[in-house]
């Protein structure tokens, strides 16, 4: 999104007359969350000018900020694990959800076989690279195969996922509590090595994910916020 993110950072640039922060947490109000934790980092002050302490979204908003050296998604869930709950959801700051946020963390919260909920969206290569897999239990349950954002790796195994990691995931804090401290760590490992552990259930989203992250899905998503059909 250069050279826009050049003076404002991805969160705050705007979507249908408005800065994106102020649809996505609106939208995460709506659901019925009232505690947001904002990793920043890039232009970290701009978005604690706009955001403030998230009364005006209906949220209570706390920071964590990464400061200069960047840690990764997943690395940056570390540097904030003292505000984190003992299950909660992660979700990105360019992606726009018409979903309802709050299933992935009450899924978790109902099963202890699980560290983790991932949601995932029937793709079949369409908005982006398909990247999971699932498969059902003997009872009927959504759990999650196999995730690699690699794309050489499904090349070379022959395997063609149909579904994408959908941006929102709900964890156990004790998942990010594990990770080192030191090291940048995505959260694409994090949903790898659930999986492989067979630890991580899936939530299947029925509409397509919206991002910011180009100049084309920024279109996309002024158009559906017109709808004024965002559920």
């Known amino acids: 999104m250069r050279p826009r993110t050049l003076q404002t950072p991805k969160f705050l640039l705007e979507v249908g007359g408005r800065p ?3 649809w996505l947490l609106e939208k995460l109000a709506s659901c019925g969350f009232d505690q947001v934790v ?3 980092g890039h232009m970290g002050s701009a978005i604690r000018d706009y955001v403030g302490d998230g009364s005006s979204f209906g949220l209570a908003v706390h920071y964590s900020d990464e400061g200069k050296t960047l840690l990764g998604t997943a690395g ?9 709950e003992p299950s909660f959801l992660v979700t990105y700051g360019d992606s726009f959800l018409p979903f309802d946020y709050r299933a992935p963390v009450v899924l978790l919260r109902e099963h202890a076989d699980a560290d983790g909920v991932l ?3 029937r793709n ?8 999971t897999t699932i498969r059902s239990d003997e009872r009927g349950e959504l759990w999650v195969e196999r995730y690699e954002k690699d794309r050489s790796f499904w090349e070379g195994c022959g395997e063609r996922p149909d579904y ?3 941006g929102a995931m709900a964890l156990r804090r004790e998942v990010i509590e594990r990770l080192p401290d ?3 760590c995505g959260l694409d490992e994090v949903q790898r090595d659930l999986a492989r552990a067979g630890r991580l259930r899936a939530y299947l989203a029925r509409e397509r994910f919206y991002e910011i992250g180009s100049e084309a899905g920024l279109a996309e998503l002024e158009k559906k916020l017109s709808t004024r059909d965002s559920t």
């Open 76 to 84: 940056a869930l570390r540097k904030a694990l003292d505000r984190l």
């Open 164 to 166: 994408i990691d959908y």
């Open 124 to 131: 079949e290569g369409r908005w982006d690279s398909s990247n």
């Open 20 to 22: 994106f922060a102020a």
């Open 38 to 40: 904002l990793c920043i």
């Open 182 to 184: 030191d090291r940048v």
């Open 119 to 121: 949601s995932v969206y």
